[in-house]
T-cell receptor, first 118, second 111 residues
Framework: GAGVSQSPSNKVTEKGKDVELRCDPI?????LYWYRQSLGQGLEFLIY????????KSGLPSDRFSAERTGGSVSTLTIQRTQQEDSAVYLC????????????????FGSGTRLTVV | GESVGLHLPTLSVQEGDNSIINCAYS??????FIWYKQESGKGPQFIID?????DKRQGQRVTVLLNKTVKHLSLQIAATQPGDSAVYFC??????????FGPGTRLSVLP
């Protein structure tokens, strides 16, 4: 697609339930990132996928959080047994692997999924 | 490290004035920098980038300045307009991967 697509755009869930957030990166982008943004705050890194390499999970806040990326494209972020402090906007971004021919290899972000845990 | 749990500083400017948003980065080895703009309810969007072999880069109404000596980045917006109201993030990287984002600054344009 033309941009990074995230679904759903909004999700309200009850405390203790599991949720799945989906990210469709730009076709051909080998790198995919998940960030969390709490209200009025900055970007908190969660996890990074690069090609077939093992993902960098160093930002995941607890073992209730996991993510996978199938076929080097679509990614799913799963939060198990959601807590109220998980309420935030979850942003996905993708990028090309840097090469000398690329003038802009920054991230392209999706619009995010706003998760509210009640 | 990554930006976590910080309340955003706010910069208020009068419409038509110039805005300067500052950012301190952490890694002296970073060689590529980007400024992002995030409007309410949207994901961050690329504004302008600069490589470490440059001190200044200009776009349309925006200029980015890089001072590697003190690890400082700034974004200048000329003739600030109401549509410039947003949160602005700087991001640093080495070799264009795994960007580290600053805490963000909220720009508020006053009529």
């Amino acid at each position: 697609g033309a941009g990074v697509s995230q679904s759903p755009s909004n999700k309200v869930t009850e405390k203790g339930k599991d949720v799945e957030l989906r990210c469709d990166p730009i076709s051909g982008h080998t790198a995919l990132y998940w960030y969390r943004q709490s209200l009025g705050q900055g970007l908190e890194f969660l996890i990074y996928f690069q090609g077939n390499s093992a993902p960098d999970k160093s930002g995941l806040p607890s073992d209730r959080f996991s993510a996978e990326r199938t076929g080097g494209s679509v990614s799913t972020l799963t939060i198990q047994r959601t807590q109220q402090e998980d309420s935030a906007v979850y942003l996905c971004a993708s990028s090309l692997l840097r090469d000398t021919a690329t003038t802009n290899y920054g991230y392209t972000f999706g619009s995010g999924t706003r998760l509210t845990v009640v | 490290g990554e930006s976590v749990g910080l309340h955003l500083p706010t910069l208020s400017v009068q419409e038509g004035d110039n805005s300067i948003i500052n950012c301190a980065y952490s890694n002296s080895a970073s060689d590529y920098f980007i400024w992002y703009k995030q409007e309410s309810g949207k994901g961050p969007q690329f504004i302008i980038d600069i490589r470490s072999n440059m001190d200044k880069r200009q776009g349309q109404r925006v200029t980015v300045l890089l001072n590697k000596t003190v690890k400082h980045l700034s974004l200048q917006i000329a003739a600030t307009q109401p549509g410039d109201s947003a949160v602005y993030f700087c991001a640093e990287s080495y070799y264009g991967q795994n960007f580290v984002f600053g805490p963000g600054t909220r720009l508020s344009v006053l009529p």
